[in-house]
């Protein structure tokens, strides 16, 4: 052979080799130039250029430039999979405004939506949900009409849901307290059976407030039958979360146990300032149980305080029979008295804020609609019994605020600590979720005063976690945000940066990331994250959003 001609063979065999990536396809609707490639399995770091076409990852190399497509010169920058939110609240949002502002430029690119609820099925006992969409009205009764509602409004990101068992629960039940009988556990079950069928990724539970509180753990396993069977996932809001933390983390790990089924435990804390600095028993707990075979995972938010209602701290059996029930009761003298009792003195296994706090009003932080919104309740209760002698009791004011407000108002309370936080935070099995909802500093969804994690989420574990503090490296910090929870829910294509994978990607500054929202302030965008591509489109350039709305409804095929 010819040293010519052997030159010759050995050009056309790396020219082969450089254009591999592309497979003689068309040419690249996008190309990301000169970016470090973080890219989802906890790896390290590398430098790659991504190709993207027809809303999927189609190179990832050194790629020829691009004809006529697009660049981005992500040069000083990281380039990850987009963030997946494990636990988000968007369900009805989405339908209001679909930007999903405060996700987007988090770097979100897929919300998992249900906590107990969920935006359907809403059926039987369970009525229909309505919402003006465009001006329009749009009403759904299963989760399948739900997607469809929301694909034809269009959102710039994709959603994922479980079905709640609080559906299922009320779907039957109602508002009764009643112990369901066999015959109406499997017309639950049917109705968990027709969710997963239209797509819904596994049941979830809220089990601190009724109707999820009234499931027993065989009614839950009985219910996650027909979600085993669809090869779906048990995610729950544990029963309690303060002095009996233990027992609740038991009873999920039961849960997957007994009906051979993956576990998620929702937003993992100690929130009693009895339990605190005991996380390394949540910790055994959950490692024990894989150890001999139980998938057991947690999803965290990066915050030491929780939103939930001053409505949780009335009593569970003070809520039968729904709102209008329990604002009955809140105007019967004798009613109170005994809520004043049980809110007091506790009730057996109930999670009751207001000893998990210590009974102290100053942390509790109204945070939804309200005249006192961004008022801690210490500072409304002084407020509100100015010039009395003797002060009427707290808890009666309480009573009489939540009566103006129909029953409802949104609080953020300090109860966990950082230490806990961070400990389960770090381990291998902890992914992260805001339980958190789209919002926007501006327009329709600027309301009330929600929690920061609604705007700061991932922006604060990449910022603080990684960047200041060093708990995470970058690489894994970015795997708990992306191909954890992808593998948790079964999305097969999506949580890395692979060829073939579905084009969802956030590119950002490293040095730069942070968040901004505060408890006070919460209506600040982060800083850092450059650009946002969901299928394969540009939702955020710059920092700025396009408009674009290429978000899916991610229905789960078992």
Known sequence: MTASLGN???????????????RGQAPLDLVIRGGKVVD?????????????????????GQLPAVANGKQIDATGLIVAPGFIDMHSHSDTVLLEEGLAQSKIRQGVTTEVLGEGSSAGPRVGKLKSQSKIVEGLPVTWSTLGEYFEAVEKGGISVNIASYVGLDNAWQAVMGQS??????EQFAEMQKVVEQAMQDGAIGLSSMLAMPPGSLATTDDIVLLCEPVAKHGGLFSTHNRNEGTGVFDAIREAIDVGERAHIPVDIIHVKIADQEYWGRMKEIIELVEAARRRGVNVQTNIY??????????????????EGGKSQMLARLKDPKERDRMKKDIRGGIAGWYNHYTAVGGDWSRMLVSGRSQYEGQTMDRVIALRTRGQNPPPDSLDVLFDLLLEEEGSVSTVYAHHTEEDMNLALAQPWCSIGSDGSAFSIEGLLRRGNPHPRNFGTFPRVLGVYVRERKLLTLEDAIRKMTSLNANKIGLRDRGLIREG????????DPTKVIDHATYTDPFQYNDGIEYVIVNGQVVLDRGTHTGAKPGKALRHEP
């Open 8 to 22: 010759t063979i050995l050009l056309a065999l790396a020219l082969t080799i450089f254009a591999s990536p592309l």
């Open 40 to 60: 989802g399995t906890g790896n390290p770091w590398f430098y790659a250029d991504v190709g993207i076409k027809g809303g999927k990852i189609a190179a990832i």
């Open 177 to 182: 307290y009643d112990r369901p009988t066999k």
């Open 302 to 319: 990066p915050y030491t305080r929780g939103n939930n209602n001053l409505s949780s701290i009335v009593p569970p059996w003070a809520h």
């Open 501 to 508: 994978f579905a084009a969802d990607l956030c590119i950002f």
